[in-house]
């Protein structure tokens, strides 16, 4: 189809084939964070640094849309109303469309999923439909896929977050996304190589590895990102390890020059 065709060039770079997604949907789910206070702001050291799609909710897309025209591919958060301080993280529904997307310009839709939970039909049935709408409408959909034992350590601070101890989990979970329909999924590293090599071959979509465990050292950060793009992912797709740090658009600079420039760690540190 035409239009997803066209709106996947413009998510992924021509040069490397892959992408850096850059989210920033947090306040949807999430306890209040300083860091994103000022959404202009943030959205344009995203810019900034080169990023080549930004993740929003449509009420901040609304508030930040002439920052974004002409310079960075949209991609919008579709389904999102179990916050952190509700009693069922699963508890995810739609709260728009994919018609409401294309009316806004996006070039994508995000959805969540989890299996293992009880909740698991429900999460899937609401991908699948996404899905028809996406294939009815030309639309690229990205699904984040979070395995149990994280989802938890997902809502909360950034010191808790960790890698999935089950690497089956996260190889079934981004294969599961695909058989729903999914044109990019979004999911963790594993946390050694080997492993990850797996899940990026069982998955027959491009997979994006998410922000990872926290850090405040940006070589750890930078070498889990070159062991992924050296296991076969299309991208990152990052955010709290971003624009919590120090000069968010000089980390997204190192983070291009290693998905697109494919240079090692201590050659994309020179950003920073």
Avoid at 169 to 184: Q, T, W
Wanted: aromatic share 6%.
């Amino acid at each position: 189809m035409i239009g997803k065709e066209l709106r996947m060039a413009r998510l992924f770079n021509r040069k490397s084939g892959r992408m850096v997604l850059v989210t920033m949907d947090h306040g949807i789910c999430i306890n209040p964070m300083k860091e994103i206070e000022d959404p202009i702001k943030v959205v344009r050291l995203i810019i900034e640094g080169g990023a080549d799609a930004i993740l929003l909710t449509p009420g901040i897309a609304r508030k930040v849309y002439k920052e974004i025209a002409g310079k960075i591919a949209l991609m919008l958060r579709i389904d999102g109303t179990a916050t952190s301080i509700g009693p069922d993280l699963t508890n995810d529904e739609l709260i728009f469309t994919v018609e409401g997307a294309l009316r806004m310009g996006a070039d994508a839709v995000a959805t969540f999923g989890v299996i293992g939970v009880p909740r698991e039909a429900q999460l899937s049935h609401k991908i699948g439909m996404v899905n028809e709408a996406c294939e009815k409408w030309g639309m690229p959909m990205l699904t984040e896929m979070i395995p149990p034992e994280i989802l938890e350590h997902q809502f909360k601070d950034r010191a808790e977050r960790k890698w999935p101890s089950d690497p089956e989990i996260v190889k079934f979970s981004a294969r599961v996304a695909a058989e729903l329909g999914a044109d990019i999924v979004k999911g963790y590293y594993t946390g050694d190589p080997e492993s990850f090599k797996e899940v990026v071959k069982y998955c027959p979509v491009p997979y994006v590895v998410l922000g990872g465990p926290s850090s405040d050292d940006p070589d750890v950060f930078l070498n889990f990102i070159r062991e992924a793009m050296n296991c076969g992912a299309k991208g990152v797709s990052v955010g709290r390890n971003v624009w919590t740090f120090r000069d968010p658009a000089a980390l997204i600079r190192a983070i291009c020059r290693i998905v697109h420039d494919d240079v090692d760690v201590p050659t994309a540190m020179k950003e920073i």
